[in-house]
């Protein structure tokens, strides 16, 4: 992986770390499989800080089986279904996840909705 390559890898990896731990603190469970869009952000941003949290370097994906779904994501429009079963053992590529716009969207859409539960503005 090129320098430029690992350090957006790097950075995908924190905020997905740093937005699971929001939610977290929040206390919003993962629901599996999902059954609202918020629900659905929340499990595609835990099932990216997985990916990332051990294998930031040259990541691969490894989902547990009860993990393995498909989920539609809708983020401004913009749908993109994810079939995490069929990802289980490859090389990451950012188009599996929608893109880096993609990711920005479903950040922005996770920090909204975070907010919204702590009521901060």
Known sequence: M???G??????LGVSAQIINRAYEQAGVKIVIPPTDPPGAVRFYINQIRNLLQHTVGDPMWDIIPKKQIIIELNINNNKFNIDFASLQGKE?????????????????????????????N
Do not use: C, N, P
């Not at 690992?6 to 950075?11: H, P």
């Open 2 to 4: 090129k320098h430029t």
């Open 92 to 120: 990451f590529e950012y188009s599996q996840i929608g893109g880096l716009r993609f990711w920005l969207d479903a950040a922005d859409f996770a920090i909204r909705h975070i907010k919204s539960i702590i009521k901060v």
């Open 6 to 11: 690992m350090a957006i890898s790097i950075a």
